[in-house]
């Protein structure tokens, strides 16, 4: 049986299909992409990860926000944004979302107290994690 590879990865599969349907459930991309919902869930945490895709919970399901204008992952291809491969492969014309920078609960915000002298951090205790 020879084996059955394509060009792109399932991670541009996962991403492509949520740019196209931005409410679409995991148990329907897996199926549409021939992966397992488990793939796709670990999947979609790397894209949300990398600040390529925001969560957002509507009720009970999941809607999906893709930045379009981040570059794309790899060497080879950085010079590419996001938005060239989905018009090279989808043919159309997306509008992009502006990212919104991303704050995890590992991230800590520590205010700068600015004086004619120097820059001061202020202790981790005043930062508000998040």
């Known amino acids: ?15 492509l299909s949520i740019v196209k349907f931005p409410a679409i459930r ?8 021939g992966i397992t919902e488990r793939a796709v869930q ?4 790397d894209l949300e990860d990398a600040g390529h895709l925001q969560i957002e919970r509507q009720g ?6 893709v930045f379009l204008n981040l570059p794309l992952r790899h060497p ?21 979302i502006p990212r ?4 995890t609960r590992r991230t800590c915000i520590l205010p700068v107290i600015q004086s004619s ?3 001061q951090i202020i ?5 508000m994690f998040e």
């Open 1 to 15: 049986m020879d084996a059955q590879w394509t060009f792109l990865t399932n991670h541009a599969h996962v991403l």
């Open 26 to 33: 995991m148990r329907e991309l897996a199926e549409k992409i």
């Open 42 to 45: 670990r999947i979609i945490a």
């Open 60 to 65: 009970r399901r999941n809607s999906y926000k």
């Open 76 to 96: 080879i291809e950085r010079h590419c944004s996001v938005k060239n491969l989905v018009k090279l492969i989808d043919g159309t014309q997306h509008q992009a």
């Open 100 to 103: 919104q920078p991303k704050f």
């Open 117 to 119: 002298e120097k820059v």
């Open 123 to 127: 202790p981790k205790n005043f930062g």
